[in-house]
Nanobody, 116 residues
Framework: QAQLVESGGGLGQAGGSLRLSCAAS????????MAWYRQASGKQRELVAT???????DYGASVEGRATISRDMGKNTVYLQMNNLKLEDSALYYC??????????WGKGTLVTVSP
């Protein structure tokens, strides 16, 4: 079982930056990928960014060029740097871990609110 704990959310200003962190702990899993998703009020959950065990990165179209996903494999931690924040970036951000055994794990989310 993997436990995911997100941190770094909070209030940001439009045009500013935020850095989110997600630390995975537990046992019995081997990380195939880690990702960030977000869900704004009244909207469906969408992919923000993902990074595979080999280091391949992919980004959602809405954050392309403004977001950077990175990881510290030794700490089982993934980061999301968001720059040039927009009001529409306000959402609950979830960390996701996909294990090689096919199981998916989710954090409880961290709230990001962007003000004008």
């Amino acid at each position: 079982q993997a436990q995911l704990v997100e941190s770094g959310g909070g209030l940001g200003q439009a045009g500013g930056s935020l850095r989110l962190s997600c630390a995975a702990s537990g046992s019995g899993f081997s990380i195939a990928h880690m990702a960030w998703y977000r869900q704004a009020s009244g909207k469906q959950r969408e992919l923000v960014a993902t990074i595979t065990s080999s280091g391949r990165k992919d980004y959602g179209a809405s954050v392309e060029g403004r977001a950077t996903i990175s990881r510290d494999m030794g700490k089982n931690t993934v980061y999301l740097q968001m720059n040039n924040l927009k009001l529409e970036d306000s959402a609950l951000y979830y960390c996701n871990l996909g294990s090689y055994n096919g199981r998916e794990y989710w954090g409880k989310g961290t709230l990001v609110t962007v003000s004008p």
